[in-house]
């Protein structure tokens, strides 16, 4: 079934390894969203019989360490998430990295549940406690596999996505203004300095083709990529 994702680049791997970092993004999510994170239950040395992780910090930060334990089989560190009180039913996402090359971050869920408003929205509200809790230079998507060559981590955006994502850094680079007077669906001011573009309401169902044009043309972008 195919899958739509937003990476999140960063500099170096200090962040990501840090194990504080991580846990300090797990509280956020929990603390702020309807998501509770779900077991591993080859590694789980939690409370038998319970699906979810309670929400504690000292339980978050050992569930971290299970994702950790858990490598091997899920082909690096990766955490999965649900909320079970969605209007369009239980939507399951998920994040992780390779720690043999932790400067990208990836968030993914499948693109049938994207296609619930109600689903897309509580996506993006969790991509951007990523982004504030993290602090990543850049982060783009919706990136399907199916249909796109991985970006280079590290480079400066060249493309326009459903979803982007910038520093404080990069926002001075593009500028501001620019990014400000973009024809978007939605701008969002984030931590550090950082700005969200949304191109679309919903990229999937609902993509506006013509904004992209406009926005990528005046922010000197080769492209854009639309609906994953």
Request: glycine fraction near 8%; include cysteine; hydrophobic fraction near 40%.
């Amino acid at each position: 079934m195919s899958a739509e994702y937003i990476l999140f680049d960063f500099p170096d791997d200090a962040t990501l390894l840090d194990k504080d970092h991580m846990v300090r993004l797990l509280v956020a999510i929990v603390e702020n969203t309807g998501f509770q994170f779900l077991k591993k239950a080859i590694v789980c040395d939690d409370s038998p019989g319970l699906n979810y992780v309670p929400s504690e910090p000292a339980a978050l930060a050992n569930a971290w360490n299970n994702a950790i334990r858990a490598r091997q089989r899920y082909n690096g560190y990766w955490m999965e998430l649900e909320h079970t009180s969605s209007e369009s039913g239980a939507l399951r996402l998920s994040f992780g990295f390779d720690p043999d090359d932790a400067r990208r971050l990836f968030f993914t869920a499948k693109k049938t549940d994207l296609r619930a408003d109600d689903a897309l929205r509580q996506f993006v509200r969790v991509a951007e406690l990523i982004f504030n809790t993290l602090r990543p230079e850049y982060a783009f998507g919706l990136f399907s596999y199916d249909a796109q060559d991985t970006p280079e981590i590290g480079a400066f955006p060249s493309a326009l996505w459903d979803y982007n994502f910038f520093s404080g850094g990069l926002v001075h680079e593009l500028g501001r203004d620019a990014l400000a007077a973009v024809p978007a669906e939605r701008l969002a001011e984030l931590d550090g300095g950082g700005v969200l573009l949304e191109m679309s309401p919903n990229p999937i169902t609902r993509p506006q083709i013509k904004h992209y044009r406009e926005a990528s043309a005046a922010l000197g972008f080769a492209r854009y990529y639309q609906g994953g």
